[in-house]
Each structure stands twice: as C-alpha cells, then as structure tokens.
C-alpha cells in the first residue's frame, strides 16, 4: 500500500468503528503478512481473516473479485466497505428499513458499461432470462445487504459471470459488470429495492457524510506533493478525533517524514 492508501484506511476504520460498528479486514496471504509485519491487524477490532480468489477467475480481469469471495463469507446484515471510503456520520438510522443500499447509483455509460454481448463468454454461459440491461448499474464502494439469500444469489450470479468470461479489451468493463451491473440486475428479478445514499453523484464532493478517493488515488500516486499534502491533513484529522489511531499511525516508519 502506498502512503495515502495506509492514512486513509487507518481513517476509515477509526471513524467507522466510533460511529457505525466493528470492522474486519478479508485479505489474501500477501496482504495479511504486510498488515502483521506492521501490527496493524488489530486495529479491526474483529482481526483479519485470510481467505482466498477461486484460481478459475483471472486475477488481472477481475481485479476486484476478492470483494465478492469476502462478501460471501460475512453474516447478513453486514456493510462492505471499500478501504478508500471514510464514513463520517452514523448511518444505521438511514438502513434501518432497506434491504439493500449503496452509496451512489451509475448512468450506463458505454464506454464503462458496455453491451453485454461485447464480452467474450464461455460457450455454455447465458445471462439470465430474466435480467433488465437497461437498470441503471450501482457504485459498491459501499454496499449494505440486509438478507443472506440475495447476497447469496448476487455473489453465485457474479461469480458464475466471471469464471465464464474469457477476455475484455478495456480491464475495467468486465469487473465493474460483475460487481456494480449483476448486483441492480438480481435485485430487480427478485423484487428487491436499491436505495442508494447519494441521487447526485456530486453529493460525494460535500464530504459531509462520506469522503471517497476514487480516481484521486490516480492523482496522489503519481504527484508527491499531493500526497504529502492529503497523508499530512488524514494524520492531523486522526490526531485531532481519533488519537488513538494516530497513536498507531504515529508509530509506523511509513508516516516518519510526515511527522516532522
């Protein structure tokens, strides 16, 4: 994890575990041994669970599969939250009464959701009979599922997808029909309702209940003084509210010159 990754995840946990609830991080090997070497894994009061990607499902393609395989194994109702999300305010009065919610509903965008035939599929995949392609697609970066059955029913449908999908020329359109396309699409042949927190996708720029970085990682990758800047303001935020997480941060060779 670069710099700005680590800051805003240390964040994340520390505001989601104060407002909303106890936290757990799924990870493969790879990344749970980085966590240990750090100490970090307790600083998700529920540890951090190793767990695996099926081998069938290409790993360059579906860069983000592991986020299905780790739903599959949470008790409903459960949040899953991307680690470049911070949730600032309680939300538990807002999911009291929905089945399922995510943090923002998508237009489809061709050039990001493109027509299901363009896939290139295993011979004996078809799509459901009884999906609606013209359902706006749903941003998981945060996702609530209050019932087992249709998680379990979203997971089986995407897992199903990708295992059965050869090749894509643009790496994004296949994981993001997996996981933001199928997820509107069972819940509409089941008669589930989505709720999403935002109608606008500009309410994110508020960052008054939610501070997502999106693309910006792009951005602070690959420009140092941004970095620098966003790593500074999320330590100042952990040591102004959160001081025990800062404590950690504080701690780790990783934010060392940020401390000077």
């Known amino acids: 994890m ?53 081998e069938d499902i290409d790993p360059v393609v579906f860069w983000a599969a ?47 959701y493109p027509d299901p035939g363009s896939f290139a599929m295993a011979e004996d995949y078809r799509y459901p009979a009884g999906w609606d392609f013209f359902v706006r697609p749903a941003n998981t970066a945060l996702l609530f599922i209050r019932e087992a059955s249709f998680r379990d029913a979203y997971v089986k449908e995407s897992l199903r997808f990708m295992k059965a999908c050869r090749e894509h020329q643009d790496r994004l359109c296949p994981m993001v029909f997996a996981e933001q396309r199928i997820l509107p699409m069972v819940a509409k042949e089941r008669g589930v309702s989505v709720w999403a927190f935002c109608d606008r996708l500009e309410q994110l720029r508020e960052q008054s209940l939610f501070t997502h970085l999106w693309g ?38 990783e934010f060392g010159e940020y401390l000077c």
């Not at 299905?68 to 911070?86: F, G, H, K, Q, Y």
């Not at 970095?227 to 941060?249: H, I, N, S, T």
Request: net charge neutral.
């Open 2 to 54: 670069q710099d700005h990754d680590l800051a805003c995840l240390m964040l994340s946990v520390a505001a989601y575990e104060r407002y909303n609830g106890r936290t757990r991080l799924y990870a493969d090997a790879q990344a749970k041994a980085w966590f240990e070497e750090r100490g970090l894994c307790d600083i998700f009061s529920r540890g951090c669970e190793l767990f695996s990607v099926p």
């Open 66 to 112: 592991g986020k299905l395989c780790a739903l599959s194994l949470e008790e409903e109702p459960a949040v899953m939250l991307d680690t470049d999300l911070i949730v600032w305010r309680s939300i538990g009065k807002m999911l009291k009464d929905k089945n399922v919610a995510v943090i923002h509903r998508e237009e489809l965008n061709p050039e990001i």
């Open 216 to 253: 910006h990682k792009n951005v602070l990758k690959y420009n140092r003084d941004e970095q620098k800047g966003f790593v500074r303001r999320c330590l100042d935020r952990m040591r102004r509210e959160f001081p025990e997480m800062y404590a950690r941060a504080a701690a780790l060779y």
